[in-house]
């Protein structure tokens, strides 16, 4: 094998899917050739955004606690209104998906994945071991994922459109932090005006024929613990006096770290992981909720 190629995106129009027709930026692959380096590591051992309203789970924890997490106290209140960036993740947050779900659905083994998923998001398996063995059960081709791409769109959390542009508007930075690959969160970057650079994600490797070899285990946000180093790096490299991180998942708390995020606020507007809300210094259904408490 020559080598390896990562997938870069390119601008194609799309539609809405709502009453009158816009265009909007979703994007096919362009194949790169690179060279092998360390990147080989992981895997050799084993048309239209739509803002929709997210359907919540049933909720099993006491009433009591789920009362208390939902109303802020007054310094978590002062944190979110004065931080100086705020971290969002993808899956089940910004988007009403978890994308390697929907990517296995698509390519026949979306059921197994979703099991995985599941024990990953709970913080019951590393992190690292969980995206691998979703990965080898259906080792999706750069075809498969430029065809994924095109047929299904990202599904976009209503209100978070809103929330991000009213944070830019309050010259607060915003970070898209995910265990999900790049190749499908650039087009939600685009879609809410987000900049690459800005993103910290996994990279799918692929052979010099198109079909997948693994993950870049470079990557921070590959393995357990990684989305509090990227968000420690993002703090550092910024000189960042305050920092919020906004997800679902026990790896989005676990960036609520001396260096790294002052403030964790549990996203349940798509999933509630009790065990992850437990520990949370705010949880939310809606981002209508943060979107308010900024006026």
Known sequence: MEGLISAQLNPIHTYSTQESFVFSPTFSLRIKTIGFGNKFKAMRNLKSYTSINASVQPLEASKEDQFNKALPSKEVLE?????????FDVDSTVCLDEGIDELAEFCGAGKAVAEWTARAMSG???????????????????AQVQDFLEKRP????RGIDELVKKMKARNTDVYLISGGFRQMINPVASILGIPVDHIFANQLLFGSAGEFLGFDTDEPTSRSGGKAIAVQQIRKANGYKSLVMIGDGATDLEARKPGGADLFICYAGVQLRETVA??????VFNFKDLIDSLE
């Open 79 to 87: 944190l979110w209104r004065n931080a100086d960036a705020v971290c």
């Open 124 to 142: 019951s398996i590393p992190f690292e071991d969980a995206l691998a063995a979703r990965l080898s059960l259906f080792n999706p081709s750069i």
């Open 154 to 157: 990202p599904r976009i959390s």
């Open 278 to 283: 437990a520990k949370a210094d705010w949880l």
